[in-house]
């Protein structure tokens, strides 16, 4: 069985730091790219990070770059994200997802994941 098990979120003042984990089990996790989305309410989901498989690569959207920071420890089968800085408009569910991307572009792309976790929240207060 695929799981994703996201922790690490919580209550946070603006300003604060985070740090969340993803825990991935049921399939081979050096072959797959984890990206971070989260989902605030009223709006879509968005991708927030990606780290790839073979070299490490990072992603992150526009809106968290030079505060989040994505990484991955292939011994636990986790993959981190480290926010910064956080802002009230981080609020929001964040998921990790598992995909075999071939075009890294389309990292933030929904439909490139194949695993998706039950996500965790981050609130973040003003």
């Known amino acids: 069985e695929v799981q994703l098990v996201e922790s690490g979120g919580g209550l946070v003042q603006a300003g604060g730091s985070l740090r969340l984990s993803c825990v991935a089990s049921?399939?081979?996790?050096?072959?797959?790219?984890i990206g971070w989305f989260r989902q605030a309410p009223g709006k879509e989901r968005e991708g927030v990070s990606c780290i790839t498989t073979s070299d490490g690569s990072t992603y992150y959207a526009n809106s968290v770059k030079g505060r989040f920071t994505i990484s991955k420890d292939n011994a636990k089968n986790t993959v981190y994200l480290q926010m910064n800085s956080l802002k009230p408009e981080d609020t929001a569910v964040y998921f990790c997802?598992?995909?075999?991307?071939?075009?890294?572009?389309?990292?933030?792309?929904?439909?490139?994941?194949?695993?998706w976790g039950q996500g965790t929240q981050v609130t973040v207060s003003s």
């Open positions: 997802a598992a995909g075999l991307l071939r075009l890294w572009v389309l990292w933030a792309d929904l439909a490139e994941y194949d695993y």
């Open positions: 049921g399939f081979t996790f050096d072959d797959y790219a």
